[in-house]
């Protein structure tokens, strides 16, 4: 059978996505690649696809359980003979995948790293004869990649053990100089580099000052009400205190980060990929490991450590395809909170002296282009893509904050620095963004009190603004190196070169705030919707939830939310126009048909 076969009959698809035709053909032909491709892209079936061709068994290399397990069940949905082993498992159960593989009934199996290489599943994998190795998530053998784990340098021994098969490098991010260390890290052997196009046209970006985190997080859950969202903040204390309050606006959600216990954290993943909550609230520091396709908002509340982790992060909404939103409430006050994490983390280390300065420099860098991304005043996409090594073809994206016009000039901004800059100075450079804050608007503090600054001239000389939008202007203006910031615990604001040409006059100043009303609908959600029937939509996802309760799997494995839009859109009469849907192949038309075209009919289905 030949892959558009396969492709057809096991996915119901008709043709392959970018540079997967490419990716498949090299895995055939057993030439070892580096594959890129933006989450939501399609890499999986890159892998997926092979050893169907063949009947080969081919191995899976993931370091998230919760990754691996929500591809199998995937997988299974339409029949594709798959398995993963992985910590915690129950002996028997380990031992029934264990001999589907000798007997070479797999297809697939999905492995942790030291899984791999620790136990004696190499012998096994030799008695089998494997061919391929994909490892996925390969950005995290690299130290300049932004998620490094030690466990995957292990897996060059790979290639001594299996030295006639080929093996396939998978990430969704990695600029030039990671794609050179993965390929380096695991001795492949000239490799074909494919490299998609790293663009998520369906991510809708913005960036948000932000100035009051529960209720700036309220308003933008409020649009997506009932629909599937993940928040990330920067600490566990914040995800508890932020699940709380949220919970108790009445909104489904729960916390996620590694304080949690592993029971906790399963039952988390398992009711956001049941549907029976809509908000998971996670900290960036830790991989959630949810692959639940129909994501259609994810928050920042904090600022992510680079723009791999922000993309990658970010990349979790709109896998299906379909537009999604993601925004981050911005503070460049994480940058320093990020900084002083890491320095503590370095210095705590048991790192070599040379390693450890060059993991804190490479993480600084990542740091400061992740600040540069949030204060330009240009398209998102474009920022995003170029950084990544490739141009942005469009003038205008139609699907960020700065191209939608959401954003706006602050009238006055020249006028606005120099009083904030005076304050400095007058302050003796001295103090915190919130003293010179408080001294601005007049506040009537102890501590101006103590120092004398409310006779300073600078005093209350911006008292329309409140406390957070005036630290929000301090923050930009020290984000365009128009102020310096000392470091340590203690930070103050002082003066450089720039400040001092400001106030002469000599160097002009933008500063941006959000523009009134509602944020803007981007064409790629209105297209989304266009001919759709939401009540049939709503009844289709009510059905698919109650078939995925029964049968004990995530909802989005039965049908993803791109399927269901096609259906309600085309409302198909018989099984061959039902079959002419997107997503759909022959195993699912053969469980699901006869209650679909009942849904469309309006009976309910049998």
Request: hydrophobic share 40%.
């Amino acid at each position: 059978m030949d892959v558009a076969d396969i492709l057809s009959r096991w996915w119901g698809f008709d043709t392959l996505r970018p540079l997967q035709s490419e990716a498949i053909a090299a895995a055939l032909a057993g030439r070892d690649s580096v594959v890129v491709m933006p989450t939501g892209g399609g890499k999986s079936l890159c892998y997926q696809l092979p050893p169907l061709v063949g009947d080969t068994t081919d191995v899976v290399i993931s370091p998230l359980v919760a990754l691996m397990k929500d591809q199998v069940d995937s997988l299974e949905a339409i029949g594709y003979p798959a398995a993963a082993l992985y910590a915690g498992m129950e002996q028997e159960e380990r031992q029934r995948i264990r001999d589907r593989l000798v007997a070479g009934e797999l297809r697939l199996l999905f492995a942790a790293p030291e899984r791999l290489v620790n136990t004696g599943l190499l012998d096994m994998l030799a008695q089998v004869g494997v061919k391929r190795f994909a490892i996925d998530e390969a950005h995290c053998i690299s130290h300049w990649g932004h998620d490094f784990r030690p466990e995957y340098r292990q897996l060059a021994m790979l290639r001594e053990r299996f030295p006639t098969a080929s093996f396939h490098a998978f990430t969704a991010t990695a600029t030039p100089r990671v794609r050179k260390d993965i390929a380096a890290q695991l001795h492949l052997r000239d490799p074909e580099v494919l490299v998609g196009t790293f663009d998520r046209p369906n991510l809708v970006y913005r960036v948000v000052p932000r100035t009051d985190r529960i209720g700036q997080t309220l308003e933008i859950l409020g649009r997506h009400r009932g629909e599937a969202s993940i928040v990330y903040c920067l600490s566990r204390r914040e995800t508890e205190d932020l699940a709380s309050r949220l919970a108790a606006e009445g909104i489904l959600a729960r916390p996620y980060h590694a304080g949690l216990n592993t029971g906790q954290r399963h039952a988390t993943q398992e009711a956001f990929a049941r549907e029976t909550i809509d908000v998971v609230v996670a900290t960036v520091a830790f991989g959630m490991g949810i692959d639940r396709s129909n994501v259609r908002l994810v928050l920042h509340t904090s600022l992510p450590k680079s723009l791999e982790a922000y993309q990658q992060e970010t990349g979790r909404a709109g896998r299906d395809g379909l537009a999604a939103e993601c925004v981050l409430l911005y503070s460049s006050a994480d940058v320093f909170s990020w900084e002083s994490l890491v320095r503590k983390s370095v210095d705590e280390s048991d790192l070599e002296p040379d390693e450890a300065a060059r993991l804190l420099a490479s993480t600084v860098e990542h740091l400061h282009a992740m600040r540069r991304y949030a204060q330009a005043a240009r398209c998102r996409h474009a920022t995003l893509s170029e950084y990544f090594g490739q141009p942005y073809p469009h003038a205008t994206c139609d699907a960020c904050d700065v191209c939608l016009g959401e954003t706006e000039s602050l009238p006055d901004s020249m006028i606005t620095a120099q009083k904030i800059i005076s304050c400095v100075a007058r302050v003796e450079e001295r103090f915190g963004v919130r003293h010179v804050c408080e001294v601005l608007r007049g506040a009537k503090t102890e501590g101006i009190t103590r120092h004398g600054h409310e006779r300073l001239s600078t005093y209350g000389l911006l008292p329309l603004l409140d406390q957070r939008a005036a630290e929000n202007l301090v923050h930009q203006l020290l984000d365009q190196e128009l102020l310096s910031r000392s470091g340590g615990d203690r930070p103050v604001v002082t003066l450089n070169a720039r400040s001092w040409e400001v106030l002469r006059g000599e160097r002009q100043v933008v500063l941006l705030q959000p523009r009134a009303g509602r944020a803007k609908t981007a064409k790629a959600d209105a297209d989304d919707w266009s001919g759709v029937d939401r009540d049939l939509f709503e009844r289709l996802r009510t059905w698919r939830r109650r078939v995925a309760d029964a049968r004990g799997k995530p909802a989005w494995t039965i049908f993803d939310d791109k399927s269901l839009r096609a259906i309600a859109r085309e409302k198909p009469g018989s099984p061959a126009a039902l079959l002419r849907c997107k997503g759909i192949g022959e195993k699912r038309l053969a469980d699901f048909g006869a209650a679909i075209l009942d849904l469309i009919a309006g009976k309910e289905p049998s």
